[in-house]
């Protein structure tokens, strides 16, 4: 039976996903801080951990940096607010698995769940992620001209065994841009080795990478296959390039000069034949300057660069992915959502989309499950979509109360009213009779509102 961890200072949380859980033939345990999950997970083993991202005493990037040492097998789901969806973003760069956003459904939890359970990572690769057998969702070129410029540069870059940057901020598509490469490549039959440097530790980063004999090192039970090794025939993306340690980086310019790699300890090196596209969301010319990356590396991997833009930059794109994410929902949920309100697809075009293809994907995943009826409308989708203006008031709310979430009746009714006030005066254009009309108030009582939340219009 799996074991699941979940780690929630909020009680109730963790009573309802225990019973959920357990229901659905897991076993579960329920720690309230990080310090516990820490003095638990010393002591007990789980495949899985379900962890809210504001615990009282660790913040959730320091939990997992802390349960990722413990056990780097573990696969950890963060649970975290819609506004904090960029922080949560960040954990998936260091090792989480996925976040998922607040309210709860059990149905998300339960898939999310189960596809990270399904790709636990390989016992003897614990820090790389082996891609040759995973099924992936189709690769979507999106119809702007910045998309179709890429698409073509995928194209001819593929067949070439030219080494490639792709830049581009966190989520774009950077690792789905190198996975195509390698599928239109002459390599295509043979190994795709993808490897997170950021998520590497630095004192494994080595033996990940390049290998090690038995004996190298304290812990080095067995000979191990380094990525490169692995990836022989085929080809290895390194993302996050840029975090390599400079130890490693001369390691890497030796086995990209000499095309042979040497495991620690080894005496023998070890002839390979790799073809290298690495990811970056950092300016790798900057940190040359800086003296941070090597420049010799730089231009050896800079045969080819392919810049991804932001979802933000290239409108017209949005709904493009937005209906292929539905398609790939409503396969994974057995649901039959046809597309989206008018009113929807004005949302989804508008909004800045900082995680870009990631939180798309996740917003539209969510709102599908949500969707009763044929389209999905505003209200499937994250009120910080739907109305910005109205979750920064939400915040303002919270932070005159003392930064805590009220949680007394009348704060939480308040809450609403000035929720659906700032609501219903967007739909009317900030019409106050309407408003009135509509909120069923005479308009006295709606301008006292106004003044008493200091809704200004
Ligand atoms: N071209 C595409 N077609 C369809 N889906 C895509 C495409 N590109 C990205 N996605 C979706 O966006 C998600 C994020 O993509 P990916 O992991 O490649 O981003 P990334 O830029 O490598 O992120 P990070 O910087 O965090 O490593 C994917 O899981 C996939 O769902």
Known sequence: MEKILIIDDDQDICLLLQKYLTKKGYETYVVYSGKQAEDWLKNNQVDLVLCDFKLPDYSGLEILQKIKIIDSNIQVIIITGYSDVRVAVEALKRGAFEYVTKPLYPDEILLTIQNALNQKLEENHPRTRIKKKQVRNEFVEGVSHAAQTLAKHIELI???????????????????????????????????????????????????????????????????????????????????????????????????????????????????????????????????????????????????????????????????????????ADRQLEKDVKGFTD??????????????????????????????????????????????????????????????MPTDLKSVAEAAEKRAIIEVLKRTKNNKSKTADLLKVDRKTLYNKLKAYGINT
């Not at 043979?190 to 590497?200: E, K, S, T």
């Not at 900082?354 to 044929?374: F, P, T, W, Y």
Request: aromatic share 6%; proline share 4%.
């Open 158 to 328: 593929a067949p070439t065994d030219m080494s490639v940057i792709i830049m581009g901020e966190t989520g774009i598509g950077k690792e789905f841009v190198a996975t195509a490469i390698h599928e239109k490549s002459k390599r295509a039959d043979q190994p795709f080795q993808a490897v997170d440097c950021g998520a590497l530790p630095k004192d494994l980063a080595g033996s990940e990478l390049f290998g090690h004999q038995k004996g190298a090192f304290t812990g080095a039970i067995a000979d191990k296959k380094g990525c490169f090794e692995l990836a022989n025939g085929g080809t290895l993306f390194l993302d996050e390039v840029g975090n390599l340690t400079y130890e490693n980086q001369v390691k890497l310019l030796r086995v990209l000069q000499e095309r042979k790699v040497k495991p620690l300890g080894a005496t023998k090196e070890v002839e390979v034949d790799v073809r290298l596209v690495v990811a970056t969301n950092e300016n790798l010319k900057e940190m040359v300057k800086k003296g941070k990356f090597r420049e010799d590396i730089y231009h050896r991997l800079n045969e080819f660069r392919i810049e991804v833009p932001p979802l933000r930059e290239r409108p017209d794109d949005i709904i493009v992915y937005a209906e292929h994410f539905l398609l790939m």
């Open 343 to 404: 009113e929807t697809k004005e949302k989804l075009s508008e909004y800045p989309w900082h995680g870009n293809l990631r939180e798309l994907s996740n917003v539209i995943k969510r709102a599908v499950l949500l969707c009763q009826g044929e389209l999905i409308e505003t209200i499937h989708l994250p009120q910080e979509i739907v109305t910005p203006d109205l979750s920064e008031a939400d915040s303002s709310l919270q932070v005159s109360f003392n930064g805590e």
